[in-house]
């Protein structure tokens, strides 16, 4: 499998050969949706908190005499059923992770760049070099590329001019080649790689 290797004025300057491997999964939606569900579980901060009868403050004396007085039979103030009493069955902090494969964690990412391929959703820039590490620089080379929407640059390198260039543009997220993951690839609505990111990628992952 080729794809066209473009600069950064969208002209065509070689071709790049993806992985089969990588890039030529078969669909396998199960996988998928399982991976989507325990990112974003995973993502749950499981902080919510709320205070029993016991742990609000307060409360401490019979709000009234067990009987003669005609009203209902109250033992505490800070019972759930008054204003201001402790919560029953409420929240209390949770740790929500759930755990997935690391074979299955390639193999969701795998599944994510062939869906992107096979909509022609990739674009592999030959090398990318801002002079000046400028906002104006990144939107540049986006609108040579077409690129509009939300778009996901893959870089390869550790570059300040890059993060600062591209920090400033709302629709383009960037992520380092050996740190990427299906969620970021399934929520973009185009990915531009390196061709050096692309070796990146066979190294870590055409093997398995």
Known sequence: MKLDVLDITNKKVGQVELPESIFGIEPNDDVLLQYIRVYSTNHRQGNASTKTRAEVSGGGVKPRPQKGSGKSRQGSIRSPIWVHGGVAHGPKPKDWELKMPK???????????????????????????????????????????????????????????????????????????GNLNAYDVLSSDNIIFLKDGIKVLEEKYAVR
């Open 103 to 177: 074979k299955m964690l390639a193999l969701a990412l795998k599944l994510a760049l062939s869906a992107k391929v096979k909509d022609n959703k990739i674009v592999v820039l030959d090398d990318v070099i801002l002079k000046e590490g400028k906002t104006k620089e990144m939107a540049s080379i986006l609108s040579n590329l077409g690129l509009d929407k939300k778009t996901l640059f893959v870089w390869n390198k550790a570059d300040a001019g890059f993060k600062r260039a591209s920090a400033n543009i709302p629709h383009l997220t960037t992520a380092f080649s």
